[in-house]
C-alpha cells in the first residue's frame, strides 16, 4: 500500500506564489516545520489562498518602504483560532507601525489546520537563503521545541515526549491511515480506532495492538519498508510513558524503516529524543549504582526512589532499587540468601515496563534456568550488522519463550518480509505468536494446517529446551 503525497504540488505552487513577484518588495517564504504532512494537516487549495492574503497583504502594506528595509512575519497556523504572528524589521521600525501591521494581519480569514500547528517566515527584502539570520530577536518555533527539551529535566522531558505523541504524531499516523483505499480495510480500522481513542487518559495499549485483529491485519497490508503501523505502536506506548518497551520496539523497526517516510521522520525524531533522556537517565541511575557499590545501601535506595518519582517506568532504576533493597536486608540479616520472595514481586513490575529486560535472578528449575539464560541471550544480539536478519529471527524466537508475544509476532512479520529464505518458517512462527494472542482469523489467510504447525512449533520449543546444558543442570 502507498500513500498519496502531495506535498511537492504544494511547495511548487508556494514557490510560484513567490516567484511571481515582480514588483518591489521583494518577497520569500519559508516553511519551518515538517512539510511532508501538508496533505493531511491542510486544506491546500484554501491554505495556498490564505498564503496568498498574507503575501498580497506584505506586497501592498510595505511597497513603499525602501528596499533596505527588511521586515520578517513570523505566521504560525492553528488548528483552532487566529493565527499567531510576531513582526521582525531590520533596521527596526516604531512600534505604533508593528502594533498596525500586527493587527491588520489579525483581522484577515486564515484557514485553520486540521491536526497540528504550521509556521511560516514571509521575508521581505531578506534573501534567508535557507537561514533566517537578519531579525534580531528572531527564534525558529521549531528549533526552540528541541532547545526547551535539551534544557529540560527528565521529568519534563517524559511529560514533553508524551505530549509530542498525543498532540503532534498520534493524529498525524492515524490520518495517514483512514485515507488509504477502502480495500485495506485493517489500516483504516486501526486508524479509526486511533482517532477516537484518547490518549490523554490512561489506555490499554495492549488491547489497542497486540491483542486487536485489525492492527495485525494493517501490519500486513503495509507495503515493504512502510512501517506505519508499528510506529504507531511505538507512539501510543510513548503517550503512556512506556519509554522502556516503545524503545525496544524503535531499536528493530528503525532498521528496516524507509527513510523517506512521514512516519520515519517521528521515527528519527523519537530517537533524538529518547537518547537525551536516557542519557539523564542513565546517569542518575549510575549515580545510585556508585553508592550501592560503596555499600551505602540506603543512600541507593534513596536515588532509585527519586529517580521513579521522575519516570516511574523505567525497568533498570526498578531493578537496581530491587538489587540494593535485598543487599540490604541481608547486611541487616533480614532475610534469608534463599529469599526470592522480594524479586518475585519486583520482576512483575519490571517486566511489565520492558518484558524483555535482560536480567532475572531466580531460578528454582531447569525452565527457569533456560528462561534465564534465554533473557541474557539478548545481549549477544545484532553485534554484527550482516547478523541482523539472523537475528531478528532469533530475537524473535527469544521473545516467543519468554511470553512476549507481540513483540515477536512483530520481529516474526519483519522476518518473513525481508528474510525471503526463512519467510515461510517466519509466517508459521507469526501466527503461532498471534494464536497465543487470542487472534484466531487471520490463519485463515494462510495455507496450512496450523493445529499440527503450532503443535510442532511446541515440540520443538520443549526439545530444544531440554537437550539445553542450563536447563539439564537443574533438578526438575
Keep these: 500500500m502507498k500513500l498519496k503525497i502531495t506535498t511537492i504540488l504544494l511547495l511548487l505552487i508556494l514557490n510560484n506564489l513567490i516567484f511571481s513577484q515582480s514588483k518591489e518588495p521583494e518577497l520569500t517564504i519559508s516553511l519551518l516545520a515538517n512539510d511532508k504532512i501538508a496533505d493531511v494537516n491542510v486544506d491546500q487549495e484554501k491554505f495556498i489562498n490564505s498564503i496568498g492574503l498574507i503575501m498580497d497583504y506584505c506586497k501592498n502594506k510595505l511597497s513603499d518602504f525602501p528596499n533596505t528595509q527588511k521586515i520578517g512575519i513570523l505566521v504560525i497556523a492553528h488548528k483552532n483560532g487566529k493565527p499567531t504572528y510576531k513582526c521582525f524589521s531590520n533596521p527596526k521600525i516604531a512600534i505604533e507601525l508593528q502594533t498596525e501591521i500586527l493587527n491588520e494581519l489579525n483581522n484577515l480569514e486564515i484557514e485553520n489546520t486540521k491536526l497540528v500547528d504550521f509556521p511560516i517566515f514571509i521575508s521581505i527584502n531578506s534573501g534567508n537563503n535557507g537561514e533566517i539570520t537578519d531579525f534580531e530577536g528572531f527564534v525558529d518555533p521549531v528549533k526552540q521545541k528541541f532547545e526547551e527539551y535539551e534544557s529540560a529535566d527528565m521529568q519534563t522531558k517524559l511529560k514533553l515526549n508524551k505530549e509530542f505523541a498525543i498532540n503532534e504524531v498520534l493524529p498525524v499516523l492515524s490520518a495517514y491511515q483512514v485515507i488509504v483505499d477502502d480495500k485495506f480495510e485493517g489500516v483504516k480500522s486501526f486508524g479509526q480506532l486511533m482517532q477516537k481513542t484518547n490518549f490523554s487518559e490512561i489506555q490499554n495499549i495492549e488491547k489497542l495492538t497486540s491483542k486487536n485483529k485489525n492492527y495485525w491485519r494493517a501490519t500486513m497490508e503495509m507495503n515493504i519498508g512502510n ?238 529446551m531440554k537437550k539445553n546444558s542450563i536447563y539439564k543442570s537443574m533438578k526438575n
Design 227 to 464: 512501517q506505519l503501523v508499528p510506529i504507531t505502536k511505538i507512539f501510543t506506548l510513548v503517550s503512556q510513558g512506556e519509554l522502556d518497551y516503545a524503545k525496544k520496539y524503535m531499536e528493530i523497526i528503525q532498521m528496516f524503516s524507509d527513510d523517506k517516510s512521514t512516519a520515519n521522520y517521528y521515527l528519527e525524531e523519537l530517537n533524538y529524543r529518547l537518547d537525551l533522556f536516557n542519557e539523564q537517565l542513565n546517569k542518575e541511575i549510575n549515580d545510585g549504582i556508585v553508592e550501592h557499590d560503596k555499600g551505602y545501601f540506603s543512600e541507593a535506595i534513596s536515588k532509585y526512589t527519586e529517580i521513579l518519582k521522575k519516570y516511574p517506568n523505567s525497568s533498570w532504576a526498578l531493578y537496581e532499587k530491587y538489587f540494593s533493597e535485598n543487599a540490604k536486608n541481608l547486611a541487616e540479616n533480614k532475610m534469608a540468601k534463599d529469599d526470592r520472595k522480594n524479586w518475585d514481586l519486583s520482576k512483575i513490575e519490571i517486566y511489565k515496563h520492558n518484558p524483555l529486560y535482560n536480567m532475572d535472578v531466580r531460578a528454582n528449575n531447569g525452565k527457569e534456568a533456560y528462561l534465564l539464560y534465554r533473557r541474557q541471550e539478548i545481549a549477544s544480539l545484532f553485534k554484527k550488522k550482516d547478523d541482523n536478519l539472523k537475528d531478528i529471527f532469533k530475537y524473535a524466537e527469544i521473545a516467543t519463550d519468554l511470553g512476549v508475544y507481540d513483540f515477536a509476532a512483530q520481529l516474526f512479520w519483519i522476518s518473513a518480509t525481508f528474510d525471503k529464505d526463512n519467510s515461510e518458517k517466519a509466517i508459521d512462527n507469526y501466527l503461532y505468536c498471534l494464536d497465543k494472542l487470542g487472534e484466531t482469523e487471520l490463519k485463515s489467510n494462510f495455507k496450512g494446517n496450523f493445529d499440527k504447525i503450532f503443535k510442532n512449533i511446541d515440540q520443538d520449543k520443549e526439545s530444544e
